[in-house]
């Protein structure tokens, strides 16, 4: 539960997601072994996220690139979808969850963008 009193920004900033015109918002494509991968770019955190998608956590990544098409990936806290979006181009069926509502919008917003099915 968010406390609104300690963190008014926050929940202010979730009324104005729906609103917001994503078309306006820049976009990176990041190119993998399975192929580019687009990313709405929604600030610092959200750059510094793409720009080190295969550099921070390279044992995870080996790791789903391992993955056969039609395998099954359980993405427990998937922040924006980094880690969503590279299994669903390589074929693997993902089930994505994130308890932060504005992760969870921008996951949606990443997953729609690179064409994958929610």
């Known amino acids: 539960?968010?406390?609104t009193e300690t963190m008014p920004?926050?929940?202010e900033g979730l009324k104005i997601l729906p609103f917001l015109d994503v078309s306006l918002v820049p976009k990176t494509a990041v190119t993998t072994?399975?192929?580019?991968?687009?990313?709405h770019?929604?600030?610092e955190y959200t750059e510094f996220r793409v720009r080190?998608?295969?550099?921070?956590?390279?044992?995870?990544?080996?790791?789903?690139?391992?993955?056969?098409?039609?395998?099954?990936l359980w993405d427990i806290g998937a922040n924006?979808?980094?880690?969503?979006?590279?299994a669903g181009l390589r074929g693997v069926q993902v089930s994505a969850?994130?308890?932060?509502?504005?992760?969870?919008?921008l996951l949606n917003?990443?997953?729609h963008l690179n064409s994958l099915q929610t």
């Open 33 to 39: 072994s399975a192929g580019d991968l687009h990313f």
């Open 9 to 11: 920004n926050f929940t």
């Open 52 to 72: 080190t998608i295969l550099t921070k956590e390279p044992e995870t990544i080996q790791w789903i690139e391992s993955m056969r098409p039609g395998e099954h």
């Open 1 to 3: 539960m968010c406390d």
């Open 80 to 86: 924006i979808g980094i880690y969503t979006c590279l």
């Open 41 to 43: 770019m929604y600030g």
């Open 109 to 111: 917003q990443n997953v």
């Open 97 to 105: 969850f994130e308890p932060s509502p504005t992760n969870f919008w």
